[in-house]
C-alpha cells in the first residue's frame, strides 16, 4: 500500500522570505502526486499535481514543487511567502489515477512570521 | 459555477446514534469521494461512488455506508457512533473520465464537523 510522509509537523518562516516543505511517498511505481492547502475551518484547495513529464511544475499562488524519482519525493517551494500562506499543507498520492481515492500524509502547518 | 457543497455544516451526536451527511458535487462531475479527517491529521479516504456504485473503498468498517443518487449527489451514513467518529467529512467530487485540464483532480467541499458525544 502507498504511505505519504511529511517530515515536518511544524514550519515558521518570515514573511518575504523562501519556504520548501517536504514530502516522501512510498510506492512501487510513478504515483501521481498532489499537494493541497487547507485554511482554518475550510476545505482543501488544490495548488498543483503531478502526473508524468516535466519534474517541475508550477501551481496557483506562485507554488511548484519538483519530483524526484530517485528520492521518492516531492518537494514544495515558493521563493517568498506572504502571510496569507499562513495554513495547513498536505502532499497525497494517488497510485492509479487522480480519480481514485487519495492517501494524504499528516500535513505540515505553515506559521509566518512578520 | 457552484462548487462542491455539504450539509450540514456542524452536527452533534451521542454514542449509538446514527448520521447522515449529504454532498452535491462539482456542476458537471459524476464521482463522489468522501473522507475522514480527524483533528490534526491528513483526511483518510472512506470511499467513492461513480454510476451509483461503491467504486472503491477505504479501510473503514462496515458502519460507514453511502449512496449515491441519478443526480450524482451522494450521502454518507455512520451507524452506531462511536466517540472516535468525531471528525471533520470532507466530500471530494471528480470526473472519471475527463480529457480536460481538470483531469484527475479531486475538488473539495468545506467538509461537515461531526462532534460525537
Known amino acids: 500500500a502507498q504511505s505519504v510522509t511529511q517530515p515536518d509537523i511544524h514550519i515558521t518562516v518570515s514573511e518575504g522570505a523562501s519556504l520548501e516543505l517536504r514530502c516522501n511517498y512510498s510506492?512501487?511505481?510513478?504515483?501521481?502526486l498532489f499537494w493541497y492547502v487547507q485554511s482554518p475551518g475550510q476545505g482543501l484547495q488544490l495548488l498543483l499535481k503531478?502526473?508524468?513529464?516535466?519534474?517541475l511544475v508550477q501551481g496557483i499562488k506562485g507554488f511548484e514543487a519538483e519530483f524526484k524519482r530517485s528520492q521518492s519525493s516531492f518537494n514544495l517551494r515558493k521563493p517568498s511567502v506572504h502571510w496569507s500562506d499562513a495554513a495547513e499543507y498536505f502532499c497525497?498520492?494517488?497510485?492509479?489515477?487522480?480519480?481514485?481515492?487519495?492517501?494524504f500524509g499528516k500535513g505540515t502547518h505553515l506559521i509566518i512570521q512578520p | 459555477d457552484a462548487g462542491v457543497t455539504q450539509s450540514p455544516t456542524h452536527l452533534i451526536k451521542t454514542r449509538g446514534q446514527q448520521v447522515t451527511l449529504r454532498c452535491s458535487p462539482k456542476?458537471?462531475?459524476?464521482?463522489v469521494s468522501w473522507y475522514q479527517q480527524a483533528l490534526g491529521q491528513g483526511p483518510q479516504f472512506i470511499f467513492q461512488?461513480?454510476?451509483?456504485?461503491?467504486?472503491q473503498r477505504g479501510n473503514f468498517p462496515d458502519r460507514f455506508s453511502g449512496h449515491q443518487f441519478p443526480n450524482y449527489s451522494s450521502e454518507l451514513n455512520v451507524n452506531a457512533l462511536l466517540l472516535g467518529d468525531s471528525a471533520l467529512y470532507l466530500c471530494?467530487?471528480?470526473?472519471?473520465?475527463?480529457?480536460?485540464?481538470?483531469?484527475?483532480?479531486?475538488?473539495f467541499g468545506p467538509g461537515t464537523r461531526l462532534t460525537v458525544l
Open positions: 471530494a467530487s471528480s470526473l472519471i473520465f475527463d480529457a480536460g485540464p481538470s483531469t484527475d483532480t479531486q475538488y
Open positions: 510506492y512501487g511505481a510513478t504515483p501521481y
Open positions: 503531478y502526473f508524468s513529464g516535466d519534474t
Open positions: 497525497a498520492v494517488a497510485p492509479g489515477g487522480g480519480a481514485d481515492g487519495l492517501t
Open positions: 456542476s458537471g462531475h459524476d464521482t
Open positions: 461512488y461513480y454510476e451509483e456504485e461503491e467504486r
